[in-house]
């Protein structure tokens, strides 16, 4: 691996491309925060693909884009004088020391619970009248729903036990059925929400991430139905054309893959 001087040197370098080409190209010349934002967001999934995918080279190479949208939106801010790099820097520097109290003060804590615990209480501190402040509103619904019960199991309003948290599943699981059989569609939406929010929960007990559990379900699926539609193409068979059970036969083959 390389040394921290090495490290430096090749931030310096990333600072100083920026800079060339804030200057000299007509395209990074045009693009503001607003332009790069959706930008951004695409950067960041491609991110999550990577990781799920467990492409190191990948994750390397999007974590470098994603770096670069931060050397851009920090350029754009020095050009008006409001913040630059460095103020970024020392910004989350001061954040993290702040709440790590256990690290750089003389606060104890017993177990990750405490520090999760201590980072919301002082966020409350900071200035903020919830801790649900910091949830983007923009977020995908399952994902906020994750961050939301995170948060709030953060200043202690969670369940005791994790057959708790399933027993209210069951319970979702049963008004939901009340619903689908009163055809009221509003109710049955409504409910199907609770089932799906008591579901996150349960995952979060589980220890298990709830976008990364559907999304290795999506991967899997995906693959098995391309692996029918290969078969169907072979067969110089529409899909549309094959019986349920002639495609039950490929798809089953695809779960031995």
Not at 17 to 41: A, G, H, V, Y
Not at 76 to 94: A, M, P, R
Not at 141 to 158: I, T
């Amino acid at each position: 691996m390389t040394t921290r001087a090495d490290q430096l040197q090749a931030f310096d370098r990333l600072l100083t491309i920026m800079d060339e080409l804030r200057e000299q190209c007509p395209w990074d010349q045009k693009q503001t925060m607003e332009s790069l934002r959706p930008l951004t967001i695409e950067e960041t999934y491609e991110l999550g693909d990577a990781i799920l995918d467990a492409d190191l080279n990948a994750i390397k190479n999007e974590l470098g884009d994603l770096l670069l949208h931060i050397v851009f939106y920090s350029k754009i801010g020095s050009e008006t004088k409001d913040f630059d790099i460095s103020d970024v820097s020392n910004s989350i520097c001061e954040k993290l020391i702040h709440r790590h109290p256990h690290i750089y003060s003389d606060v104890k804590v017993k177990d990750e619970n405490e520090v999760k615990q201590n980072w919301e209480n002082l966020k409350l501190k900071e200035g903020k009248t919830s801790v649900l402040e910091g949830v983007p509103k923009s977020l995908p619904a399952l994902v906020k729903a994750s961050r939301v019960q995170e948060k709030v199991a953060g200043v202690g309003f969670d369940w005791e036990h994790s057959d708790q948290v399933w027993e209210k599943v069951e319970e979702e699981l049963g008004e939901l059925k009340v619903e689908i059989e009163n055809k009221n569609q509003d109710a049955i939406e409504d409910e199907f929400g609770d089932v799906l929010f008591s579901l996150i929960n349960y995952a979060r007990f589980l220890k298990i991430n709830p976008e990364n559990a559907l999304e290795r379900t999506n991967k899997k699926f995906i693959k098995r139905f391309q692996h029918l539609e290969t078969k169907a193409k072979a067969l110089q068979k529409p899909l549309s054309e094959m019986t349920l059970a002639e495609m039950d036969v490929y798809w089953e083959e695809a779960k031995q893959l």
